[in-house]
């Protein structure tokens, strides 16, 4: 099979067989075999009921999948991609901003130009103001985090990817914002980006609100930067700062107190030790200092231990 296409929805209704018809349009164009995986996200209108319409109409060339109730766009994008079946795996969203007459030519970045994950670049949006400025103020930062430089929109919902990708990360929580950051931490490293044509929204409104969604993902990103840093040696980050802390804290105590006996070994006038705010600044240094320490080392012993503490991403066996 050539191409899997996997949307997730949410109250789509309206648009699900505009864009199934739109989709086989392309795809019998350009002679690809292909399946299309819908991900009901916990509708409440009758999209559910589109679906399987729909199915029972084409055939196995649909496949749907429905969850008890809404999950998310990421757990929605983890269940599709554990279903997809094809070369390469295109994400788009059911609400027809996503042009599926781009199809043809991300297909031929993958597997002409040898790209492991082509994101879209929505250049020129039809989003308000409260959707488009949270979306700049985020793909800058994320950017910046990752190191991935030449992307413009993480968070377009129109991507390409190998097989291999899709198969070898895992989408979690709100983490389908970072896919190029988690694949590039998965050891796929040769990230493309084409812009792509976004359309007025057709039907009804946006189900995701803007400065929600970013300040949700800034704190998704330090989590991901964390872990693809530190996830397996929490003592090399909790360790080192815990030791400063403390190191400094006792730095402190002893000057105090070196200063209290040079005044005493003088015969000059001094105060108690236990009356200088530095004795306490010091001593809470000292406390937290070994509280992180006790916290990087509690960090290692859950590491090691852990299940898949061994569980590496292996390309190939001969």
């Not at 968070?155 to 694949?183: D, F, Q, S, T, W």
């Not at 964390?226 to 802390?245: I, N, Q």
Request: proline letters at 3%.
């Amino acid at each position: 099979m050539n191409i899997s296409v996997v949307i997730p929805l949410f109250n789509e209704e309206e648009s699900i067989v505009e864009l199934y018809t739109w989709i086989e349009r392309v795809m019998k164009a350009n002679d690809f075999t292909f399946e299309v995986i819908f991900i009901n996200d916990g509708s409440t209108d009758r999209s559910w009921e589109i679906i399987q319409e729909l199915q029972s109409r084409v055939g196995s060339v649909v496949k749907g999948i429905k969850f008890r109730r809404n999950y998310g766009k990421s757990p929605a994008l983890f269940c599709g991609f554990e279903e997809a079946e094809g070369d390469i795996v295109i994400t788009m969203d059911a609400d027809l901003q996503d042009s599926p007459d781009e199809i043809p030519e991300l297909y031929r970045m993958i597997t002409q130009d040898g790209y492991d994950l082509v994101s879209g670049w929505k250049q020129k949006r039809y989003d308000p103001l409260s959707k488009t400025l949270p979306t700049k103020l985020f793909n800058a930062t994320a950017r910046k985090v990752s190191g991935i430089d030449n992307l413009h929109d993480f968070n377009c919902g129109l991507k390409a990817y190998r097989k291999a990708v899709v198969k070898n990360i895992e989408v979690y929580g709100e983490m389908h914002r970072y896919i190029p950051y988690l694949a590039k931490n998965a050891g796929f490293k040769k990230i493309g980006e084409k812009v792509v044509q976004h359309q007025a929204r057709k039907f009804g409104t946006t189900k995701f609100g803007g400065w929600n969604r970013f300040f949700n993902g800034y704190l998704d990103l330090i989590s991901l930067w964390f872990l693809s840093k530190f996830g397996v040696k929490p003592m090399h980050f909790f360790g080192l700062l815990g030791s400063l802390m403390f190191i400094l804290g006792f730095i402190a105590v002893v000057i105090v107190g070196a200063n209290k006996l040079y005044y005493m070994y003088q015969d000059m006038p001094y105060r108690l030790v236990t009356e200088s705010p530095y004795f306490y600044l010091a001593l809470t240094s000292m406390i937290l200092g070994t509280q992180l320490f006790l916290a990087g080392f509690l960090g290692e012993l859950i590491s090691r231990n852990a299940p898949e503490r061994n569980n590496y991403l292996i390309e190939k066996k001969i």
